[in-house]
Nanobody, 127 residues
Framework: QVRLVESGGGLVQSGGSLRLSCQAKGFSSDYYDIAWFRQAPGKEREGVACIRSNDGSTSYIDSVKGRFTISSDRAKNAVDLQMSGLKPEDPAVYYC????????????????????WGKGTLVTVSS
């Protein structure tokens, strides 16, 4: 059974850092691309970053470039999202997703139809 389990959310001060982790269960993250999305209250869910399983290449939306880093932890079968320089516009529920056919790209971050989703982890930023 394919499952994704997010962890690492919490409360952090503006400008601070947080590391999220997406644990893959029932499949290997070595073979399928994984993306991080987020949804703030009253807003649509948006793709944030993704990583390709075959070569580790990454894609980000412009608003997080230079602040967020997505990486694969093969030993844990997980994909992490290191967030730094957190801003007031970053608070949201962060979800990871995978799709056995979708490939990571900037275009795919604009697609909300990935097949499998975690339940999310809440990130709150205080000013």
């Amino acid at each position: 059974q394919v499952r994704l389990v997010e962890s690492g959310g919490g409360l952090v001060q503006s400008g601070g850092s947080l590391r999220l982790s997406c644990q893959a269960k029932g499949f290997s993250s070595d073979y399928y691309d994984i993306a991080w999305f987020r949804q703030a209250p009253g807003k649509e869910r948006e793709g944030v970053a993704c990583i390709r399983s075959n070569d580790g290449s990454t894609s980000y939306i412009d608003s997080v470039k230079g602040r967020f880093t997505i990486s694969s932890d093969r030993a844990k079968n997980a994909v992490d999202l290191q967030m730094s320089g957190l801003k007031p516009e970053d608070p949201a529920v962060y979800y990871c997703a995978t799709d056995f056919e979708e490939s990571c790209s900037v275009r795919s971050l604009g697609y909300n139809g990935w097949d499998y989703w975690g339940k999310g982890t809440l990130v709150t930023v205080s000013s």
